[in-house]
């Protein structure tokens, strides 16, 4: 059964207009995802040996990578809640009625379109132990130094990588609580409800989609980062900030093991849908209708 | 909510958002001696404008900006050029196997780049594309994101001026281009800006596709050379300032679409 439209006559358009994306989501989507996957049978320094799935039992009982899984499961939740709660927080106030509501808007998503080149390289600087301005702004007025980078890695690196991102996820939950009808607080209102009542009760439930959508994309960022670890902390001190992607790219491209390499990121990827697919299963059944 | 609450909270995130930046810049004309001296210097004696000079005599920073400007903006011309064409057959034609592409198309968005990063650099070397501008550009010529974007902004677009144009005899080029492209102006301005400052910002493939310093992208040449010479902070500050200024000014003229643009990707 094909609907019968004015455009049928105009298939032969349509495939010539897609040719170019066939070609490209083919050449560089769909047959890279095959050879990774194809990769990650193979050993080897050329990968060219079948191993069936050697490189995932390898991987599995690896403490490295395991290691590096949890450090990336540790870093991502601190990136979700960060998220959702200054996030929130930061779109609740800028919704007021305020002067000057464009300028902290602005100014709070700067961060967000800035390399991770600079955000990184700017903040290895600030909280260097030796060289960097905040040890020796604390020193010069006699407080005693912290070694972020050395007690607290990890949630250094999450606290940079929020500081970079509140502002996006600020953006979202402000399109959410604009798409909020005014009628309902002012239904509250006028029963009596404070503004702390109308949170909970409205704001909140009524936020609960893009609370996902902001949760989502969190976790999927959070297992992806790469350049907080090559950058600031170099995976260190010790493995305490191995992210699985730098993992990845130092098996790939500095042990030259491209047979392992894949099999972790195919492991990584299955985590990420995985993920994603729990999260928006959730979120469907705890939607909230008015 | 008490005004003043509400101030002193956003007030203390832009400081916070916006103090490190302004580091960042007063960094940058610091001398060498300013930048490791035990009082931290916020404000320098005499601003060091040579900085600028040193960096491009001691990296090839020069060649850095040119990649990152070729880059981005060939891969934002692709976009430009592919996303909403794309985006146009899927919002209004009809033809087999439509659903079955749009769905390959949609998986796409749940390939994260890692997952490609492994087997597209062994496709470069394969190709000897390794090093060079076709092998940094490739990879992003289009995207499922821009192309939900710009099909968005065409299903609304009447079936009628489309069938209008082709009676008076207008080819199906023609129509594209004359009748569809001029009405998405709008989105075309928010695919363009996003795709330029993300690639611009864009580390991980430009750091694993190149392998000489004159090949490198501003953030990959400026973090090589802040690993080459970690206590040069006054030159590597320099470098973000100038990887940082153009995305800023961009962002600064712009941002109503900016905020426009990622609020359409949080409504679903």
């Given at each position: 059964?094909?609907?019968?439209?004015?455009?049928?006559?105009?298939?032969?358009?349509?495939?010539?207009?897609?040719?170019?994306?066939?070609?490209?989501?083919?050449?560089?989507?769909?047959?890279?995802?095959?050879?990774?996957?194809?990769?990650?049978?193979?050993?080897?320094?050329?990968?060219?040996?079948?191993?069936?799935?050697?490189?995932?039992?390898?991987?599995?009982?690896?403490?490295?990578?395991?290691?590096?899984?949890?450090?990336?499961?540790?870093?991502?939740v601190?990136?979700?809640?960060?998220?959702?709660v200054?996030?929130?927080?930061?779109?609740?106030?800028?919704?007021?009625?305020?002067?000057?509501?464009?300028?902290?808007?602005?100014?709070?998503?700067?961060?967000?379109?800035?390399?991770?080149?600079?955000?990184g390289?700017?903040?290895?600087?600030?909280?260097?132990?030796?060289?960097?301005?905040?040890?020796?702004?604390?020193?010069?007025?006699?407080?005693?130094?912290?070694?972020?980078?050395?007690?607290?890695?990890?949630l250094?690196?999450?606290?940079?990588?929020?500081?970079?991102?509140?502002?996006?996820?600020?953006?979202?939950?402000?399109?959410?609580?604009?798409?909020?009808?005014?009628?309902?607080?002012?239904?509250?209102?006028?029963?009596?409800?404070?503004?702390?009542?109308?949170?909970?009760?409205?704001?909140?439930?009524?936020?609960?989609?893009?609370?996902?959508?902001?949760?989502?994309?969190?976790?999927?960022?959070?297992?992806?980062?790469?350049?907080?670890?090559?950058?600031?902390?170099?995976?260190?001190?010790?493995?305490?900030?191995?992210?699985?992607?730098?993992?990845?790219?130092?098996?790939?491209?500095?042990?030259?093991?491209?047979?392992?390499?894949?099999?972790?990121?195919?492991?990584?990827?299955?985590?990420?849908?995985?993920?994603?697919?729990?999260?928006?299963?959730?979120?469907?059944?705890?939607?909230?209708?008015? | 909510?008490?005004?003043?609450?509400?101030y002193?909270?956003?007030?203390?995130?832009?400081?916070?958002?916006?103090?490190?930046?302004?580091?960042?810049?007063?960094?940058?004309?610091?001398?060498?001696?300013?930048?490791?001296?035990?009082?931290?210097?916020?404000?320098?004696?005499?601003?060091?404008?040579?900085?600028?000079a040193?960096?491009?005599?001691?990296?090839?920073?020069?060649?850095?900006?040119?990649?990152?400007?070729?880059?981005?903006?060939?891969?934002?011309?692709?976009?430009?050029?592919?996303?909403?064409?794309?985006?146009?057959v899927?919002?209004?034609?009809?033809?087999?196997?439509?659903?079955?592409?749009?769905?390959?198309?949609?998986?796409?968005l749940?390939?994260?780049?890692?997952?490609?990063m492994?087997?597209?650099?062994?496709?470069?070397?394969?190709?000897?594309?390794?090093?060079?501008?076709?092998?940094?550009?490739?990879?992003?010529?289009?995207?499922?994101?821009?192309?939900?974007?710009?099909?968005?902004?065409?299903?609304?677009?009447?079936?009628?001026?489309?069938?209008?144009?082709r009676?008076?005899?207008?080819?199906?080029?023609?129509?594209?281009?004359?009748?569809?492209?001029?009405?998405?102006?709008?989105?075309?301005a928010?695919?363009?800006?996003?795709?330029?400052?993300?690639?611009?910002?864009?580390?991980?493939?430009?750091?694993?596709?190149?392998?000489?310093?004159?090949?490198?992208?501003?953030?990959?040449?400026?973090?090589?050379?802040?690993?080459?010479?970690?206590?040069?902070?006054?030159?590597?500050?320099?470098?973000?300032?100038?990887?940082?200024?153009?995305?800023?000014?961009?962002?600064?003229?712009?941002?109503?679409?900016?905020?426009?643009?990622i609020?359409?990707?949080?409504?679903?």
């Open positions: 059964m094909r609907p019968r439209t004015l455009y049928g006559r105009y298939a032969r358009t349509a495939y010539l207009f897609l040719l170019p994306a066939i070609l490209f989501f083919a050449a560089f989507f769909y047959l890279p995802i095959g050879n990774v996957v194809a990769t990650s049978f193979r050993t080897g320094p050329m990968a060219d040996q079948w191993t069936g799935l050697g490189n995932y039992t390898q991987a599995v009982t690896d403490p490295a990578v395991q290691h590096s899984f949890l450090v990336t499961a540790g870093f991502s601190m990136v979700v809640l960060g998220s959702i200054l996030g929130l927080a930061l779109a609740l106030a800028i919704d007021q009625p305020l002067k000057g509501r464009v300028v902290f808007r602005v100014v709070l998503l700067v961060p967000y379109l800035t390399s991770v080149a600079i955000v390289l700017l903040w290895r600087n600030i909280l260097d132990p030796e060289l960097g301005v905040l040890n020796r702004a604390l020193m010069a007025v006699g407080l005693p130094t912290q070694q972020w980078l050395n007690t607290a890695p990890l250094t690196i999450a606290a940079v990588t929020l500081w970079q991102s509140v502002g996006y996820t600020m953006v979202l939950f402000l399109a959410g609580l604009q798409g909020i009808p005014e009628t309902y607080h002012e239904a509250a209102r006028i029963d009596g409800a404070d503004a702390w009542h109308r949170f909970w009760r409205i704001s909140l439930p009524l936020l609960a989609p893009t609370t996902l959508f902001v949760s989502v994309m969190a976790v999927i960022s959070g297992l992806q980062a790469f350049g907080q670890a090559y950058i600031i902390t170099g995976g260190g001190p010790g493995d305490a900030t191995d992210l699985s992607v730098f993992h990845i790219f130092n098996v790939a491209f500095r042990t030259r093991d491209f047979g392992y390499s894949s099999a972790q990121s195919v492991l990584l990827l299955i985590v990420i849908v995985a993920f994603t697919l729990i999260q928006l299963r959730a979120g469907r059944r705890s939607e909230v209708t008015y | 909510m008490r005004k003043w609450l509400l002193t909270l956003l007030g203390l995130a832009s400081l916070i958002t916006v103090v490190p930046l302004l580091y960042m810049v007063s960094l940058s004309l610091q001398t060498e001696a300013e930048t490791l001296s035990a009082n931290a210097v916020l404000v320098p004696d005499s601003p060091q404008w040579g900085n600028y040193e960096l491009f005599t001691r990296a090839p920073f020069g060649d850095f900006i040119v990649n990152s400007l070729v880059v981005a903006g060939a891969i934002t011309l692709a976009h430009l050029l592919f996303d909403p064409l794309v985006g146009y899927f919002a209004k034609f009809r033809f087999p196997l439509r659903n079955t592409l749009f769905v390959a198309l949609l998986a796409t749940m390939v994260p780049f890692f997952v490609r492994i087997p597209l650099y062994v496709l470069m070397a394969n190709m000897g594309w390794l090093n060079t501008y076709q092998g940094l550009i490739t990879p992003f010529l289009m995207d499922a994101f821009g192309i939900f974007l710009m099909r968005q902004f065409i299903q609304p677009i009447p079936d009628d001026l489309i069938s209008a144009a009676i008076d005899g207008a080819s199906e080029l023609r129509v594209y281009w004359s009748v569809i492209l001029p009405q998405t102006r709008p989105a075309l928010v695919l363009g800006l996003f795709t330029f400052v993300f690639q611009w910002n864009e580390f991980l493939w430009p750091l694993v596709a190149t392998s000489t310093p004159e090949m490198r992208t501003i953030p990959v040449g400026l973090t090589l050379f802040n690993q080459e010479y970690f206590t040069l902070w006054h030159l590597t500050a320099a470098g973000s300032v100038i990887l940082f200024v153009p995305t800023a000014v961009l962002f600064v003229l712009t941002q109503r679409y900016f905020v426009r643009g609020a359409l990707t949080g409504l679903k």
